[in-house]
């Protein structure tokens, strides 16, 4: 395959430790240490191995710039602001950033406090994603979060009125939840004016404490009125709707989006996943999950830390572009195509032609986009590619 340029990078950074697992969440995360002295030493000890596979890694961004840093977890805001401060910098030394670069950290309620959202900030994160979850106490025990509705209430002003740019991280159709409660967290997230939100319906995921033992949740119908009607109350807010469950008063999050567009991305960290373009190929990385594992793979010559290192093929490509592509509700036009993916807009045109026909999608020469009823169909359309 050959492309017209080489796709945006980014990098992403796990660091996988809870104060405890959520019973509904299925991402790579471990309970952190108790006792405050040993966790810091087994952070500080996590973030050398982090950054000796940076030095490795940054090989491969050759001389494209950098264009965002996402800090995801697990709950990074366990780790203290310089362990984040070492991170941000190192990847500065080691990588040509962009000016106008985007480093976004996640961070729990329970875990921030004025000083350390503040120190934060100075070390260089300058979008915060806050995992709220719901407003009402009541759904919060029921996910088992370890903060209230007080705490999420503070941590929202906090992040306000530390950070310019920050996300208000919000789940809907809970355990028991009706349509109104659903609305009120919606409505209330929504009076501190977040620049972005992600508001998304809790899924039951087969590897999860819910998956194995499934709390009830709201009936279909509920579901589809929460949805109906938190749509039209972002809307009326001024929000736009741009991915299936992001909502962005024009600073949509840069590095989700260049996930969505099929950009690149290094990873460091336990179970993370990066995708790079060199010579014409795409080429994935599975680090190993367990974090004592991960460690020893990089720093013992005789290990390494992966789990999976893959070529993607001509065969799922196609397949993995979409599966990531359609999550974004603008049109797909045929240099944006071209250049992420190195293939011809007339095979993607001539793949799709039967949904055009079925009313999905509407496809012109230079372009395709979903339309309303395909947006409920994208599974369909995904299906014909495996």
């Known amino acids: 395959m050959s492309f017209l340029l080489p796709p945006p990078l980014s990098l992403y950074v796990h660091l996988p430790w809870c104060i405890r697992k959520c019973p509904y969440c299925d991402f790579n995360s471990f309970q952190a240490p108790a006792a405050a002295s040993v966790r810091r030493q087994y952070f500080a000890a996590y973030t050398e191995a982090l950054l000796q596979e940076l030095e490795t890694e940054a090989k491969e961004a050759g001389d494209r710039k950098l264009v965002s840093i996402y800090l995801g977890g697990g709950t990074p805001s366990l780790f203290p602001p310089e362990e984040i401060k070492r991170i941000i910098s190192t990847a500065g030394n080691l990588l040509n ?18 000083d350390t959202l503040k120190n934060y900030r100075e070390a260089g994160v300058n979008r915060l994603s806050l995992g709220i979850q719901s407003l009402n106490d009541t759904f919060l025990k029921r996910l088992c979060r370890i903060h209230n509705r007080e705490k999420a209430l503070s941590a929202i002003a906090l992040a306000r009125d530390t950070f310019l740019n920050f996300n208000i991280d919000l789940m809907h159709s809970l355990p028991g939840q009706s349509t109104a409660e659903a609305l009120a967290d919606l409505s209330e997230a929504l009076s501190f004016n977040p620049p972005h939100l992600s508001w998304y319906q809790l899924t039951l995921e087969e ?17 589809e009125d929460t949805c109906i009607e938190g749509f039209r109350l972002l809307k009326e807010a001024g929000y736009t709707h741009y991915e299936v469950s992001a909502f962005s008063r024009g600073n949509p999050c840069v590095h989700n989006s260049n996930y969505w567009k099929f950009g690149d991305y290094l990873a460091i960290g336990a179970g993370a996943h990066s995708k790079v373009t060199r010579n014409g190929k795409i080429v994935r990385k ?22 999976e290192i893959r070529t993607v093929n001509q065969e799922e490509f196609l397949f993995e572009y979409l599966l990531n592509r359609l999550r974004l509700f603008e049109a797909i036009t045929a240099r944006e195509f071209e250049n992420a993916t190195g293939l011809p807009f007339s095979e993607l045109r001539e793949r799709l032609q039967s949904f055009a026909e079925d009313g999905l999608v ?10 309303p009823k395909g947006t409920s169909f994208v599974n369909t359309i995904l299906a014909d590619f495996l």
Request: aromatic share 4%; hydrophobic share 30%.
């Open 97 to 114: 950033t962009a000016s106008d670069i985007e480093i976004s950290m996640e961070a729990n309620p329970g875990t921030v406090t004025p």
């Open 207 to 223: 590897d999860t404490p819910f998956g194995q033992n499934p709390p009830a949740l709201p009936a279909d119908e509920v579901i």
């Open 286 to 307: 599975a680090r190993l999950k367990n974090p004592d594992d991960y460690i020893r793979g990089v720093i013992d010559p005789e290990k390494n830390c992966f789990q």
């Open 362 to 371: 509407t496809i012109s020469q230079n372009s395709l986009t979903l339309t």
